[in-house]
């Protein structure tokens, strides 16, 4: 099974730009069909905010990130990205990558994805 580490949080002022890593350790592709990025402030759910399908590049956003961020993926399947530009206070998440996609749901709900990385913190200071 994959394993995901994520890589690239921190902290920003507001307006500014980071990028966020996705290394799956795994050569096997079946699990990484679609792959995600979610994010989870404290005390809120898991929000789904952008996933891309890896086959052919297609991509879905959230509304709350659309325009701002967009994911993206390596030559491999085993790196995605996601470029986050014009970051909020309200962008502040631990941000997690997802992957083991069943297909049941929508490719931006937490319950279709069945494997998970650690997360790395995002701060954006006003």
């Known amino acids: 099974q994959d394993q995901l580490v994520e890589s690239g949080g921190g902290s920003v002022q507001a307006g500014g730009s980071l990028r966020l890593s996705c290394a799956a350790s795994s050569r096997t592709t079946y699990s990484r069909v679609y792959m995600a990025w979610f994010r989870q402030a404290p005390g809120k759910e898991r929000e789904g905010i952008a996933a891309?399908?890896?086959?052919?590049?297609?991509?879905d956003y959230a509304d709350s990130v659309k325009g701002r961020f967009t994911i993206s993926q390596g030559n491999t399947k085993n790196m995605v990205y996601l470029q986050m530009n014009s970051l909020k206070p309200e962008d502040t998440a631990m941000y997690f990558c997802?992957?083991?996609?069943?297909?049941?749901?929508?490719?931006?709900?937490?319950?279709?994805?069945?494997?998970w990385g650690q997360g790395t913190q995002v701060t954006v200071s006003s």
């Open positions: 891309i399908y890896t086959s052919g590049g297609s991509t």
């Open positions: 997802a992957a083991g996609y069943t297909g049941y749901y929508s490719t931006l709900q937490a319950r279709a994805y069945s494997v």
